[in-house]
């Protein structure tokens, strides 16, 4: 049995995405509280990814993310750029680690700073299965939070030990 042992340190999200900067209506340096709406504009030949900061007086400013080009059947990412939200993520593709032989994930939380739920980051972090799938997993007993059995909506504290079955 291959087991892959990690290490992981976690953020809330929505804590991390505050920028100060100049706002022009309010005329002065303030704060921009990422609102957590993604906005497209496309010229026709490619798609600009945008995420909608706000400032306290609801004023907004616009960070790009990625630029895509477009094509007809789909868009793929040509450029990635200040992508906040893919800071220091960790990402594993399930396919791949089957095909290495693991059978076994087993993660450490060394720290968690806000609420982290174990759905949502085991979501975003395990690439091949949808949060559908990996909820019926932890209700099959195929993750387990400290050897024990746990809800998906668990919040992860430090010391926490995630074990993931890869079936």
């Known amino acids: 049995m291959n087991v892959l042992d990690l290490s992981w340190n976690l953020v809330e999200q929505s804590m991390e995405k505050v920028i100060t900067r100049y706002c022009k209506n309010c005329g002065k340096t303030v704060e921009f509280k990422d609102s957590l709406i993604r906005r497209h504009n496309s010229n ?13 007086k609801d004023h907004t400013w616009n960070q790009k993310l990625s630029i895509y080009k477009a094509y007809t059947e789909h868009a793929k990412v040509r450029e990635e750029l200040i992508a906040i ?5 960790y990402s594993l593709q399930i396919e791949s680690l089957r095909e290495q032989g693991y059978t076994q994930i087993r993660i450490k939380i060394n720290q968690a700073y806000g609420a982290v739920r174990l759905d949502k980051m085991l979501a975003e972090s395990l690439k091949g ?15 387990q939070v400290n050897d024990k059995v746990c809800k998906p909506s668990q919040k ?10 890869i079936t």
């Open 156 to 165: 992860l504290i430090k010391s926490d030990n995630i074990t993931v079955i």
């Open 85 to 89: 939200e893919n800071d220091n993520k």
């Open 44 to 56: 026709g030949k490619n798609i600009y990814r945008y995420a909608i900061f706000k400032c306290p």
């Open 129 to 143: 299965w949808s949060r559908t799938e990996i909820v019926k997993k932890i209700k099959n007993n195929e993750i």
